[in-house]
């Protein structure tokens, strides 16, 4: 009988729950007039609608949906949309995350259908971009993830097709294909939580590569799967902290390199991937002098060199602290003309500046950095520190500030591996530290290298 009397008060609870009320065709003529108004002009004053619709105890989704895909069918987002609605983030009666969802959504809806006509009537520059940028780089934590729910709600089950703008063969503008690239880089932004590319059809080897490593390529699907199998090494064992590489350009493919910063709207690094075949080799074995370097395709070696210029580029900006310590320990080692620190280097790289000295031998230690270490500590066994502290600046530099760094290896066939070692920093001055110490096959190997090193002299 109890169990009974139960069952009937769950159908009856379940009977009476509150569902999700259907707007009306009058609340949804009011919702369209007052979406108009915010994007004809500057407003002076909140949308009450608008604000009233977002606090609604229950969100029909569906009816959302249709509700923007009536505003869209002969509307578009305009630059009065993105002030009006961000106003209303910032300054609204409204739950902020509730009206930030709102406006992903709405946000979105217009994207999906300013592609969707793109087709057959190209595009103009999309006004949601840069709104939906200006919210993320506010870096309002909440206010962002509930921006990227109302994209979910809208091109989590439609996404926006981008795929016939990026092919080798489109025949749209170059205009169209730029704000396509940027709809991917944008919206790539907001894939904390949410699976972003699940919200973009692109083509294969820009959806798969994404997927795998969170960066963006654009190759036109001119590599091969060699290619992509080295790339995604590389981007997958590299930490995306270390480089804070975004795109990846194939310039004979798409016709945009990294050098076009001034085209696209990019939160960090761009680099080219050249479109070079797999099977031709690059020989390592010259220098550095006495680390055994095995070949690697030329392919791979080129993208090393443009990564360690990238991560040389990207780590020192933020560690100007580092940054002094190479200046002067490769200022002191031309000084002193030590030959065993002009062996690292051939002959038209020894007394180049530091940074170029310091990106070749980034460049080695992504190759091989095991190599490159067994005959510094070698050397260093023997009393000969400054290759082991040349080195271990590459691993400071790579170590992000922390107690561990990765160690690289590439095989033959361009892909790399990497794992994690420990670092022994030692104080130089006040909140400063540097590496004197690194754990490489089986054992610390740490020494005194406080003469290498500058100490900041006090005022």
Not at 159 to 181: G, K, Q, Y
Not at 400 to 417: C, H, I, S, W, Y
Request: aromatic share 10%; proline share 6%.
């Amino acid at each position: 009988m109890k169990r009974c009397l139960c069952l009937t008060a769950a159908l009856f609870a379940l009977m009476n729950s509150a569902a999700p009320a259907t707007l009306t065709e009058e609340q949804q003529g009011r919702l369209l007039q007052a979406l108009s108004t915010m994007g004809a002009a500057p407003l002076t004053s909140e949308s009450r609608e608008i604000c009233d619709y977002v606090m609604r105890e229950e969100l029909d989704l569906q009816d959302r949906v249709t509700l923007f895909d009536q505003f869209f069918a002969g509307q578009a987002f305009t630059a009065h949309h993105a002030y009006n609605l961000e106003a209303h983030l910032h300054y609204a009666t409204a739950d902020k995350e509730r009206m930030a969802r709102f406006a992903g959504g709405f946000a979105a809806s217009s994207l999906r259908h300013a592609w969707q006509r793109a087709e057959t009537a190209g595009i103009t520059p999309l006004s949601a971009l840069p709104f939906l940028e200006s919210i993320f780089n506010k870096g309002v934590n909440n206010v962002t993830e509930a921006l990227a729910s109302g994209i979910e709600d809208i091109l989590g089950s439609q996404a926006v097709n981008l795929a016939p703008f990026l092919t080798l063969d489109t025949l749209h503008s170059r205009e169209t294909v730029i704000e396509a690239m940027q709809t991917c880089i944008t919206l790539g932004v907001f894939s904390t939580k949410h699976n972003s590319a699940a919200w973009i059809v692109s083509p294969k080897n820009t959806a798969d590569f994404y997927e795998n490593t969170k960066v963006w390529l654009f190759d036109a699907n001119l590599l091969r799967p060699e290619h992509l199998t080295s790339l995604e090494s590389l981007f997958s064992s590299v930490p995306a902290t270390l480089h804070g590489i975004i795109t990846l350009f194939v310039p004979e493919a798409t016709g945009f390199s990294a050098a076009d910063t001034s085209r696209f709207r990019i939160p960090g690094m761009s680099l080219d991937i050249p479109l070079v075949d797999m099977e031709p080799m690059r020989d390592l074995s010259m220098y550095p002098a006495g680390a055994l370097m095995r070949p690697i395709p030329e392919f791979t070696a080129t993208v090393l060199e443009r990564l360690a210029a990238t991560i040389q580029t990207h780590q020192l900006q933020q560690r100007p602290d580092l940054r002094e310590r190479v200046h002067h320990f490769f200022t002191l080692m031309t000084a002193r003309a030590d030959p065993t620190v002009v062996s690292l280097f051939p002959p038209d790289f020894a007394y180049r500046t530091p940074e170029e000295r310091m990106t070749y031998l980034g460049f080695y230690w992504l190759a091989n950095s095991h190599a490159l270490l067994e005959t510094a500590v070698a050397q260093a066994e023997q009393g000969v520190r400054a290759p082991l502290f040349a080195l271990l600046l590459e691993a400071d530099l790579c170590s992000e500030q922390g107690d561990t760094a990765p160690l690289f290896r590439v095989n033959p066939t361009g892909v790399l591996f990497s794992e994690e070692t420990a670092l022994r920093r030692v104080p130089h001055g006040p909140g400063l530290t540097h590496v004197n110490g690194i754990a490489f096959s089986s054992r610390l190997w740490q020494y005194d290298m406080a003469d290498l090193v500058r100490i900041p002299q006090p005022f």
